[in-house]
């Protein structure tokens, strides 16, 4: 019991304090790893609102951030990162519910959401733009942490015929920054 409130503190506190979390829909037959992850899906990096226990998300709409592989009644997992660090704090498990456009659930969410909207080309607008044309989505823990992975997970670069640049010439520095005689 104490492992699984500390689980849930965890993840609202990671998830509040973090602007960005990586989100993966969870196919109906994909099972969630230890590692956090599924046969194959992608996560995507996306913005958010932590509300009522959950996190809110905007997308799927002209101008604003894709929400693949969130459908209503889905699974998605959830990896919060580190604020400062940039590194993987905790994954979660969570229910995907798409919220309805006008309903009392929509209206705060978007409330939140308008706050943290950044460069918004319609500004005021965006709300009535969101309802016509986006979906807006909360993501609800399930109560389920995946455990951290023991390795980094970084996939080797693919090989290619890229190189990195030589050194500069000695010389260039003193063509660049030698000052004007004024005569």
Do not use: H, M, N, Y
């Given at each position: 019991m104490t492992d699984q409130l500390?689980?849930?503190?965890?993840?609202?506190?990671?998830t509040k304090k973090s602007g960005l979390v990586w989100v993966r829909g969870v196919p109906a037959q994909g099972p969630v790893q230890g590692d956090g992850s599924s046969d194959g899906a992608s996560s995507q990096a996306l913005w958010h609102v932590w509300h009522d226990g959950a996190v809110c998300l905007?997308?799927?709409g002209p101008g604003e951030q894709p929400l693949p592989g969130l459908v209503?009644?889905?699974?998605?997992?959830?990896?919060?990162?580190?604020?400062?660090?940039?590194?993987?704090?905790?994954?979660?498990?969570a229910k995907v519910a798409e919220l309805a456009p006008g309903s009392e659930e929509w209206d705060t969410?978007?409330?939140?959401?308008?706050?943290?909207?950044?460069n918004a080309p319609d500004?005021?607008?965006m709300t009535g733009r969101w309802a016509r044309e986006c979906r807006v989505v909360r993501l609800a823990p399930t109560g389920a942490t995946a455990s951290l992975?023991?390795?980094?997970?970084?996939?080797?670069?693919?090989?290619?015929?890229?190189?990195?640049?030589l050194p500069i010439p000695?010389?260039?520095?003193?063509?660049?920054?030698?000052?004007?005689?004024r005569g």
């Open positions: 500390l689980d849930q503190a965890l993840v609202e506190e990671a905007v997308g799927d209503d009644g889905g699974e998605a997992v959830v990896t919060v990162r580190s604020k400062d660090k940039g590194g993987r704090l905790v994954s979660w498990s969410a978007v409330g939140e959401l308008k706050g943290k909207r950044l500004g005021e607008a992975p023991e390795g980094s997970l970084a996939a080797p670069p693919l090989p290619t015929s890229a190189t990195t640049r000695a010389g260039l520095p003193r063509l660049l920054f030698k000052r004007r005689k």
